[in-house]
């Protein structure tokens, strides 16, 4: 999606489809992976993961 919009703005160039290269296998992976925990971690358990590491990334950021 972001690709899209990039190349509507005429902004779309080599680094970003380099990147989108790079990225395609690690967000293939994590999409598997997330499939295979969703059924073994709770709506709950899976909100309280969810919410630490958007706290934890938060806060490393502001601390940064």
Sequence with gaps: ???????????????QLLAAL??????????AVSRLAHHR?????????VLSFAIASGLFLIVR
């Excluded at 990039?6 to 080599?14: E, N, T």
């Excluded at 790079?22 to 999409?31: A, I």
């Excluded at 971690?41 to 309280?48: A, F, K």
């Design 41 to 49: 971690i709770g709506g709950r358990g899976l909100r309280v993961a």
């Design 22 to 31: 790079y990225l395609t296998p690690p967000v293939l992976l994590g999409s």
């Design 1 to 15: 999606m972001s690709l899209v919009v990039l190349a509507i703005a005429g902004r779309l160039g080599s680094d």
